[in-house]
């Protein structure tokens, strides 16, 4: 049996208001196939944590405050999401928990597990403890870019790209303005570090394609 770690972004849960149909879909396509894989679903915060973030900002209270508020606001997804699929169990807070209750479930649901670690950070750390086949990014564009692809009409969309060239993409990213990137630093550190295999994809189909074994439109990285 397979383990695979998905993030999917508050953003994609909650756009505007809750997406209903994704998450319908998304039920449907978890439930086919939890039936032979360990599923784990790393859940962000979205808009609503950065609303909240944002008023703990303007009052300029703590970057701890502000991190915990958010974390909250991932389990709050985290619970949306485990009530689509029926799940009876509480939404992990460690690591720990997370592995032991997928000893008695096929899915687990979680929110972020501490401070200062991004949804694509909190969902390469899952991956690694649980030594996970790969992580599924789940994101709002088709994968990745050498360019952000809304701003420059050249951008070219990367397929498939190795650990060690993702790394200086990413140098490159944070050293230009302009740039898009779609795995945070903890991520692709963690990833590259325990040799997981990342894709970076869009829409529920593509996630099905992925957990049925076949090749989707997105980016690999490995």
């Known amino acids: 049996m397979k383990?695979?770690?998905?993030?999917?972004?508050?953003?994609?849960?909650?756009?505007?208001?809750?997406?209903?149909?994704?998450?319908?879909?998304?039920?449907?396509?978890?439930?086919?196939?939890?039936?032979?894989?360990?599923?784990?679903?790393?859940?962000?915060?979205?808009?609503?944590?950065?609303?909240?973030?944002?008023?703990?900002?303007?009052?300029?209270?703590?970057?701890?405050?502000?991190?915990?508020?958010?974390?909250?606001c991932t389990r709050l997804n985290a619970h949306l999401l485990s009530f689509f699929l029926n799940l009876k169990h509480k939404?992990?807070?460690?690591?720990?928990?997370?592995?032991?209750l997928s000893k008695s479930s096929n899915i687990v649901i979680t929110g972020g597990l501490e401070p200062g670690t991004t949804s694509d950070g909190t969902t390469a750390k899952?991956?690694?403890?649980?030594?996970?086949?790969?992580?599924?990014?789940?994101t709002n564009v088709k994968g990745l870019y050498n360019k952000d692809p809304r701003k420059f009409k050249d951008a070219k969309f990367i397929p498939q790209i190795t650990h060690n060239?993702?790394?200086?993409?990413?140098?490159?990213?944070?050293?230009?303005?302009?740039?898009?990137?779609?795995?945070?630093?903890?991520a692709a550190k963690i990833t590259k570090e325990s040799k997981i295999r990342v894709y970076i994809i869009q829409g529920i189909a593509n996630l099905e394609k992925i957990l049925s074994e076949k090749m989707p439109i997105g980016t690999i990285i490995t």
Do not use: W
Request: proline residues 3%; hydrophobic residues 45%.
């Open 126 to 138: 899952v991956a690694k403890f649980l030594k996970a086949e790969a992580m599924i990014n789940m």
């Open 165 to 186: 060239d993702f790394d200086m993409l990413l140098s490159r990213v944070r050293q230009e303005s302009g740039q898009h990137f779609v795995l945070d630093a903890l």
């Open 3 to 72: 383990t695979f770690v998905i993030s999917i972004g508050g953003s994609i849960i909650v756009p505007d208001e809750i997406d209903y149909k994704f998450l319908n879909n998304l039920k449907k396509v978890i439930l086919k196939y939890s039936k032979k894989n360990k599923i784990i679903i790393c859940t962000g915060g979205g808009h609503t944590a950065r609303a909240y973030i944002n008023a703990l900002k303007k009052e300029n209270l703590p970057r701890l405050e502000q991190d915990l508020l958010g974390i909250e």
């Open 91 to 100: 939404i992990p807070s460690s690591l720990k928990e997370i592995k032991l």
